[in-house]
T-cell receptor, first 112, second 117 residues
């Protein structure tokens, strides 16, 4: 157990629907990062939050949004889902300083 | 902007042989370098990191990595490969800034390592 908790582990939904992915960071970590991993695109950075504030945006679609709450957990909202959104979505957390990330085990989203 | 290149999509090695997974980087200032491993349907797990100090860094599961500043490389190595080492390996870099919440890791595309029995 890495200490980063992602729910749900698996999600199957239809095109056009909206889903919410949840992430609880490791205790003490203030930064949360969201990544999308698909077979053809590799590991794509979506967005970063630090202590409740958005800090960086990557290749995140306008149909996607995220937020970090006062208790530091984060949610990634995906709307108007398309078949191409099927992927593994990872959350990672970190502390300030020369450290890397701790990753959760991911949410596998399948859009049918 | 920082970047990472993993020139090999796949590396095949026989069990018991030494393995090398290559990584080169580009970053302004001093680099912080990382290797992660991903097993099927799992998240990325930290293997090792280089921050400063000795150019040879030792990590988990018998892996090590050699930092070469002149060649801007950070190759992952293991003296004797195991079948259980078969996985996807990612190299990552960040710059040396330490402002709270201000850095992101940039990942390579990953290298699939297959260790053949």
């Amino acid at each position: 157990d890495s200490g980063v908790t992602q729910t749900p582990k698996h999600l199957i939904t239809a095109t056009g629907q909206r889903v919410t992915l949840r992430c609880s960071p490791r205790s003490g970590d203030l930064s949360v990062y969201w990544y999308q991993q698909s077979l053809d695109q590799g590991l794509q950075f979506l967005i970063q939050y630090y202590n409740g504030e958005e800090r960086a945006k990557g290749n995140i679609l306008e149909r996607f949004s995220a937020q970090q709450f006062p208790d530091l957990h984060s949610e990634l909202n995906l709307s108007s889902l398309e078949l191409g959104d099927s992927a593994l979505y990872f959350c990672a957390s970190s502390v300030a300083g020369p450290y890397g990330y701790t990753f959760g085990s991911g949410t596998r989203l399948t859009v049918v | 902007a920082q970047s990472v290149a993993q020139p090999e999509d796949q590396v095949n090695v026989a069990e018991g042989n030494p393995l090398t997974v290559k990584c080169t980087y580009s970053v302004s200032g001093n680099p912080y370098l990382f290797w992660y491993v991903q097993y099927p349907n799992r998240g990325l797990q930290f293997l090792l990191k280089y921050i400063t100090g000795d150019n040879l860094v030792k990590g988990s599961y018998g892996f090590e990595a050699e930092f070469n500043k002149s060649q801007t490389s950070f190759h992952l190595k293991k003296p004797s490969a195991l079948v259980s080492d078969s996985a996807l390996y990612f190299c990552a870099v960040r710059d040396g800034g330490s402002g709270a919440g201000s850095y992101q890791l940039t990942f390579g595309k990953g290298t699939k390592l297959s260790v053949i029995p």
